[in-house]
């Protein structure tokens, strides 16, 4: 019972978003071949009719719909397929052992154990890697027949198993990713345009996870992630670190939120622009949408005054909007659009007939 509710509370946790997991993988031994001979009343010449042993199961990885965490990999580790059947007389091989597939989200990366060795990027629904070979069954003493051994006495034994240790990491599919400081506004912002319900609260660190959201725009859906802030030093660990910028990655373009109430809107920009350039991973060489939030909580005197220091700090004229209000959000959404269409034109990806991107490279 206590291990019930402790298990029932760890899925309600903030831990129920896992991204990264540790697994040991075994793949099946080979069965092993028969030696056996033929041996029936009435009929005079007998011989060998041992059958080969069956080869075993694959551990496979696929990418399948419908998951966005890694959680199934935190209370199980260990993933083992079955072994292949023995060889039979009578000719009869073995049973060939199952595969164990493993189930992860689509833009799973699979590491070797060193963390380095990248094996697969699962970023297609369906994709399949074997990550081990189950071993070839042996061959049973009927495969060693020959002219000049007409009984042979041996046969082979099933190939060993391989076994090794992976790293599964999960960087979200998303087109579209929000970044900024703790309470600028992202979770705010995502509720708005989208069906995502994430935390929203007045203290920093209310999203502790990513979120991901479908956001529609004259016509056209793409997905948004909202990250958790980044704060002076998460590079080195400050905070919530940095290791969720991971899934902004595979995106095509930042949204960076600035809120409008912070004493001077540029340094406020300077600080999360250096933690993306500190994190490396091709992020300082995204395309950036700068946007200032909350701007119904500013005076025209202000709101002026901060756009000119954001513009100064971005060197691009941001965007002024209000998540809360809605007012400017329509104008976001067809500028991240415009850039979205754009990208997945030069990538050579089909866009919706008689939609004609409205930004191109």
């Known amino acids: 019972m206590r291990f019930a509710l402790w298990a029932a509370n760890a899925y309600l946790s903030p831990m129920k978003f896992l991204d990264e997991a540790k697994v040991y993988i075994l793949s099946g031994a080979g069965g092993n071949g028969c030696v056996a001979f033929r041996r029936e009343k009435f009929i005079e010449f007998g011989g060998p009719n041992g059958g080969d042993g069956g ?16 959680i199934d990999y935190r209370f199980q580790q260990h993933f083992k397929a079955t072994r292949g059947g023995n060889g039979m007389g009578k000719d009869r091989h073995g049973a060939n052992g199952d595969d164990k597939i493993l189930k992860v989200p689509v833009g799973t990366q699979i590491y070797d154990e060193d963390g380095v ?27 060693f027949k020959s ?4 009984a042979p006495r041996n046969a082979n034994p099933g190939q060993p198993p391989e076994e090794r240790t992976i790293r599964l990491r999960l960087k979200l599919i998303a087109d579209a990713g929000i970044v900024g400081l703790p309470n600028a506004g992202k979770s705010t912002f995502l509720a708005a345009v989208s069906a995502a319900r994430p935390k929203i609260a007045d203290y920093p660190f209310t999203t502790l996870h990513p979120q991901l959201g479908v956001v529609s725009s004259d016509g056209r859906e793409f997905v948004i992630a909202d990250l958790p802030g980044l704060i002076e030093g998460a590079h080195e660990g ?29 340094e406020t920009y300077k600080t999360v622009r250096a933690e993306l350039d500190a994190y490396e991973h091709g992020l300082g060489e995204k395309v950036e949408i700068v946007a200032l939030n909350k701007a119904d909580a500013l ?47 030069a990538s050579g990806e089909a866009v919706e007939a008689g939609q004609e991107p409205a930004w191109h490279p």
């Open 299 to 345: 005076t025209p005197e202000q709101r002026k005054q901060q756009v000119a220091r954001l513009k100064r700090a971005a060197k691009q004229t941001p965007l002024v909007l209000s998540a809360a209000t809605g007012d400017g959000v329509p104008e976001v959404l067809r500028a991240l659009r415009g850039i979205i269409d754009g990208e997945r034109v």
């Open 238 to 266: 400050t905070g919530l670190g940095d290791r969720f910028l991971g899934h902004v990655e595979r995106c095509r373009v930042l949204l960076h939120l600035v809120d409008g109430t912070t004493e001077h809107a540029g």
């Open 117 to 143: 060795t990248l094996l697969a990027d699962l970023t297609e629904l369906g994709q399949q890697v074997t990550l081990a070979k189950g071993g070839n069954g042996g061959f049973g003493n009927a495969r």
């Open 55 to 70: 080869r075993g199961g694959d551990v496979i990885a696929e990418a399948v719909n419908g998951l966005n965490t890694l």
């Open 147 to 150: 002219a000049t051994n007409r």
